[in-house]
């Protein structure tokens, strides 16, 4: 039931800009505070890479090399929205995004959902 929307996508110019939003739906806003959030991106022909994740609390933010010092993850726990803000963004970007949600209870139990991904294109 608990449902993961991103939106934000589209062709973007080589050193252009863009926001990525992943809306989460289908659960308390206190939930999804207990929830740490990534952010995966898949090229054609390549694996799936991890991109950034983020705490429950957004205190503590990680990112792959390929991407740091460019991308930002942030978290609204209110809104239950995660974003991604691409800055100087190049052509290997290029790639399908996918948003990421995932816990373990105290006994174990791992909780983890997708989001259907949105195509992100860096080209001129």
């Known amino acids: 039931q608990v449902q993961l929307v991103e939106s934000g996508g589209g062709l973007v110019q080589p050193g252009g800009s863009l926001r990525l939003s992943c809306a989460a739906s289908?659960?308390?806003?206190?939930?999804?505070?207990?929830?740490?959030m990534c952010w995966y991106r898949q090229a054609p022909g390549k694996e799936r890479e991890l991109v950034a994740n983020?705490?429950?609390?957004?205190?503590?933010?990680n990112y792959a090399d390929s991407v740091k010092g460019r991308f930002t993850i942030s978290r609204d726990n209110v809104k239950k929205t995660v974003y991604l803000q691409m800055n100087s963004l190049k052509p290997e970007d290029t790639a399908v995004y996918y948003c990421?949600?995932?816990?373990?209870?105290?006994?174990?139990?791992?909780?983890?959902?997708w989001g259907q991904g949105t195509q992100v294109t860096v080209s001129s």
């Open positions: 289908g659960l308390s806003g206190l939930t999804f505070s207990t929830y740490t």
């Open positions: 990421n949600a995932i816990r373990s209870d105290y006994s174990g139990t791992r909780y983890e959902y």
């Open positions: 983020s705490s429950t609390a957004g205190g503590t933010r």
